[in-house]
């Protein structure tokens, strides 16, 4: 029997709601086989951000190379690479395994305000992933971090953000309109580099959000890494998010998980 491979390349979250174990058990319930390289380890609950420890760069490249010297990968996602070191060498080995079907979450901070990608990382994030990415999958204050622009606060102005991302050298963009200020819909971006698409879904009203963006991304990996092209992708992760967030858990004192399940 064959199965559809995804590996995601990201931070672990101890508590289960977002990073590796966001992105396994996204994996799982879209039913491809998941794989994992960990960058950075944290301690974490739902209400916040306790301790960030980096991988060596030794072990992140021992766990590419076996998954990619056995394995491989029908779709690859990165997620939490927090330093340039780590982006620069991601980045290499994704070159130097052919990868194909990359999918950028560019993560920068967490729900609680915790820094997880390092200021002095932006310009390797900008020149050497992006540019091998299939799709980014940024909300709008990461677009704004990568563009440089000081608010989003538009559909028109997503666009020209989407568009302005695509320049950077992903194949395609999907921009996340979440943060923008509507009562009643979260609408999403997809940029082709020629044509704008739009997924929308209604608003839901909780606090309750901690690991949507992995999910998200993690679910437009598990679709690509299956053979679906893009927008079947980001429909079904659409329609997945929407999902878990409405079944969303008030596990802990905090910001609660999303349920990974459709
Ligand atoms: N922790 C890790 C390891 C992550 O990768 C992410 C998001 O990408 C987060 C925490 C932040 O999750 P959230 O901002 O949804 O709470």
């Known amino acids: 029997m064959t199965i559809g491979k995804a590996l995601t390349i990201a931070g672990s979250d101890c508590g289960g709601g977002a990073g590796i174990q966001a992105d396994l058990k996204t994996f799982q319930e879209r039913d491809v086989f ?15 951000v306790h ?8 072990a992140i490249e021992g766990q590419m190379d076996a998954i990619f010297q056995d394995m491989g990968a029908n779709a690859v996602k990165t997620g939490m690479l927090f330093s340039e070191e780590i982006i ?16 950028v979450d560019p993560v920068m901070i967490a729900k609680g305000g915790a820094p997880l990608l390092q200021k002095q990382a932006m310009n390797a994030l900008k020149t050497k992933l992006l540019p091998l990415a299939t799709v980014i999958t940024p909300n709008i204050p990461e677009a704004c971090e990568i563009l440089g622009f000081s608010s989003i606060d538009t559909l028109e ?3 020209d953000a989407a568009s302005a991302l695509q320049k950077l050298g992903p194949r395609f963009v999907v ?14 971006v997809l940029f082709d580099g020629e044509s704008f698409h739009y997924f929308a879904a209604k608003r839901i ?58």
């Open 51 to 58: 301790g960030v420890f980096p991988q060596t760069l030794e």
């Open 88 to 103: 620069n060498l991601v980045a290499d080995k994704l070159v130097q395994y052919e990868v194909k079907n990359v999918v």
């Open 205 to 262: 009203k909780t606090i309750h959000t901690h690991g949507t963006g992995c999910t998200f991304a993690a679910a437009i990996t598990a679709e690509l890494a299956k053979g679906q092209d893009i927008r079947a992708a980001v429909t079904t992760a659409k329609n997945f998010i929407q999902a878990a967030i409405e079944q969303s858990l008030c596990i802990g004192k905090g910001i609660g998980p999303t349920r990974h399940s459709a």
């Open 175 to 188: 921009l996340k309109g979440g943060h923008l200020e509507d009562e009643n819909e979260a609408i999403d």
């Open 34 to 48: 998941g794989m994992s390289v960990i960058t950075v380890l944290t301690a974490q609950n739902t209400l916040g």
């Open 157 to 159: 102005e997503m666009k």
